[in-house]
């Protein structure tokens, strides 16, 4: 008989991807679909939000929107994102910004180096720099980056871990940072299970994508993480479909 998972906690179990000897085809494949899964189940709009009021607070945007103003400041954004993976997110949001006329450089960072290559064999979107390194190690010698995100990279680690995230964030972000990870709920659990279940040819997306809400985090968590941290000002925002979006400011 299945063990019913417990939803009160948040689960340590590793998960398929972390682990060192998986095989890269596999882990490309795993990128594949849920590059599929973010943009279908709403991930990168809630990245595109977090990164969308980092501008306008910073007038690269104006409140009001529109597609043909030009950015009020001049220099080249720089958008930088760890835990990078094949950089489909980072694609996401230079696309956003170049369609509003705003120059970007993007970087990407991550400990996996067959993500880093194929990071950068596949980027056709303007400036970039791919750090092959554990983000901690990095100092940013060419300059910080106007704004710093995760995306589904916080719930594979510690409480603890993250705190030192977010501090290391506020302190390398010149403009903001933000996070966009999950939130552990019975039915976010059950319906990724299902799909993924029925759709997916990965192992590791059907092993990890159920495994990944089960080490998600309820509100009172993620407060919990920042406050440790010293974290204030900042926004905490649920969001469909079952994630959280924490924009942060510069300590």
């Known amino acids: 008989m299945a063990v019913k998972p417990d939803f009160s906690q948040r689960s340590h179990k590793k998960e398929l991807l972390d682990q060192d ?81 705003i120059e970007v450089r993007v970087i990407g960072i991550d400990s996996n180096p067959h993500c880093i290559d194929s990071a950068r064999e596949k980027w056709r979107d303007g400036p970039a720099d791919w750090i092959l390194s554990d983000y901690r190690e990095v100092g940013f010698e060419k300059g910080r980056p106007d704004i ?60 990890d994508a159920p495994l990944s809400v089960l080490r998600g985090f309820t509100r009172q968590e993620f407060t919990g993480i920042l406050d440790k941290a010293g974290i204030t000002g900042y926004s905490l925002q649920w969001k469909w479909a079952f994630r959280w979006l924490i924009i942060g400011r510069p300590l």
């Not at 594979?156 to 030192?164: A, G, K, R, S």
């Open 21 to 101: 000897d998986i095989p890269f085809a596999d882990i490309e494949r795993n990128m594949q679909e849920l590059d599929f899964i973010n943009t279908w189940l709403g991930g990168h709009a809630i990245s595109v939000k977090g990164l969308a009021t980092l501008l306008r607070d910073h007038g690269h945007l104006p409140r009001l929107e529109s597609h043909s103003s030009p950015p009020r400041d001049p220099s080249p954004l720089t958008i930088c994102e760890i835990g990078c993976g094949g950089g489909d997110n980072l694609r996401v949001l230079s696309r956003y910004c170049r369609r509003r006329n």
């Open 148 to 207: 710093i995100f995760s995306s589904l990279f916080c719930h594979h680690f510690t409480d603890n871990d993250l705190v030192h995230q977010v501090k290391w964030m506020g302190r390398n972000a010149m403009s903001g940072w933000f996070i966009n990870d999950l939130q552990r709920h019975p039915f976010a659990y059950y319906a990724i299970k299902s799909l993924t279940g029925c759709f997916s040819r990965s192992y590791l997306v059907r092993n």
